[in-house]
T-cell receptor, first 115, second 117 residues
Framework: NAGVMQNPRHLVRRRGQEARLRCSPM?????VYWYRQLPEEGLKFMVY????????ESGMPKERFSAEFPKEGPSILRIQQVVRGDSAAYFC?????????????FGNGTRLTVT | AQKITQTQPGMFVQEKEAVTLDCTYD???????LFWYKQPSSGEMIFLIY??????QNATEGRYSLNFQKARKSANLVISASQLGDSAMYFC??????????????FGTGTQLKVEL
């Protein structure tokens, strides 16, 4: 039973380019969450999605960041016109629906480096 | 707003000894959940243990146990019989119920544990 799959594992972008991070949830999980981890810090919530819906995006920066979870295919976190401050580890997590005591299962993360 | 505090940036423990990693929390919600995750140097986030606010007994998972003291709002992680492979960063997190039935976690700043021979 495959876990949460994220790719790429490492991503290097120059300032001004776009970064696309992909996340495939665990089988049977319809809830996806994106978190960001800046160096030497804990994870910070960015956005929560269900299929074709953004449920909570209170942690997303207002500009340049967007997320989607289409009916088919992985969830995508998109960062436009990246800046050095976007360098971080981005983690995706998934959970089954309507089970509040189930742990979030995280992927291995995508480490974004902006040069 | 929820808040998680981990006051130990770094801890050392001898192999085979037990160690307690501290976590205190603050919330006004009557229903909440507390998680511990391990992040080794390779970077992945590994779920260790969960405690629900209404659970009567402290959670245990193998060598991990959670010392849950609700009145003091603490949820310390106890690792028994430490092994070299336990060296990692450990994060305490609290679940916040949100619209749509999802789990939104607030994380502490972590404790770096080093197990020594």
């Amino acid at each position: 039973n495959a876990g949460v799959m994220q790719n790429p594992r490492h991503l290097v972008r120059r300032r001004g380019q776009e970064a696309r991070l992909r996340c495939s949830p665990m089988k049977g999980h319809s809830h996806v969450y994106w978190y960001r981890q800046l160096p030497e810090e804990g994870l910070k919530f960015m956005v929560y999605l269900q299929k074709e819906n953004i449920i909570d995006e209170s942690g997303m920066p207002k500009e340049r960041f967007s997320a989607e979870f289409p009916k088919e295919g992985p969830s995508i976190l998109r960062i436009q016109q990246v800046v050095r401050g976007d360098s971080a580890a981005y983690f995706c997590a998934s959970s089954p629906p309507a089970q509040n005591n189930s742990p979030l299962h995280f992927g291995n993360g995508t480490r974004l480096t902006v040069t | 707003a929820q808040k998680i505090t981990q006051t130990q940036p770094g801890m050392f423990v001898q192999e085979k000894e037990a160690v307690t990693l501290d976590c205190t929390y603050d919330t006004s919600d009557p229903s909440y959940g507390l998680f511990w995750y391990k992040q080794p140097s390779s970077g992945e986030m590994i779920f260790l243990i969960y405690q629900g606010s209404y659970d009567q007994q402290n959670a245990t998972e193998g060598r991990y146990s959670l010392n849950f003291q609700k009145a003091r709002k603490s949820a310390n992680l106890v690792i028994s019989a430490s092994q070299l492979g336990d060296s990692a960063m450990y994060f305490c997190a609290m679940r916040e119920d949100i619209t749509g039935g999802g789990n939104k976690l607030t994380f502490g700043t972590g404790t770096q544990l080093k197990v020594e021979l």
